[in-house]
């Protein structure tokens, strides 16, 4: 049986309309390729957005709780994992994911940007007006503004870890 991607999202709990728009998009992208959806699962921000967009196009989302506490996860969950650990979930998080996928955050997300880049996971960049800080030495690092272009990134860098 050959195993699914899983495609880490993350960003923040509390955005504009316009991230979180983003973010629903992106959710039915990655499931309409047939990916698992990972985020920070709560039902606030880019987690809930990207969760709502997957499921409306009949994902599985895994949401990795920073608490114990299932009355803040998103409903939109199909597999929410509570872990009790607050922000080291990002830990979790990251590790799970084969690609990360980072939208407009604030320290969270630039946590879990820099836990990408220090596990050599590969990690696109989606939505930044600029980028939160230097990148340009990372060569497992992509930005971009399209959700068709970053799938194909996506595709790209799935194939690369075969």
């Known amino acids: 049986m050959k195993r ?9 709990g509390q955005v504009p309309s316009d991230t ?9 992208a ?8 990972l985020n920070g699962g ?20 895994v949401g990795i709780l920073p608490d ?3 009355s803040r996860a998103s409903p939109h969950l199909t597999i929410p994992i509570r872990t009790g650990l607050g922000d080291g979930r990002n830990v979790l998080n990251i590790l799970s994911s084969d690609v990360v996928v980072a939208l407009p955050g604030s320290a969270g ?3 879990e940007i820099a836990l990408a880049l220090k596990h050599g996971k590969p990690l696109l960049m989606l939505g930044w007006e600029s980028l939160p800080i230097d990148l340009s030495e990372a060569d497992t690092v992509d ?12 595709r790209e860098m799935l194939a690369a870890l075969e």
């Open 143 to 154: 930005s971009f503004q399209s959700i068709p272009l970053a799938i194909d990134r996506i």
């Open 109 to 111: 997300t630039l946590s």
């Open 20 to 28: 979180e728009k983003l973010a629903h998009e992106l959710g039915r």
């Open 68 to 70: 114990q506490d299932l």
């Open 42 to 61: 709560r039902n606030a921000g880019v987690m809930a957005a990207v969760s709502a967009g997957a499921a409306s196009a009949g994902g599985m989302i």
């Open 4 to 12: 699914i991607p899983i495609i880490g999202v993350m960003g923040g």
């Open 30 to 37: 990655l499931a309409g390729n047939g990916w698992i959806v």
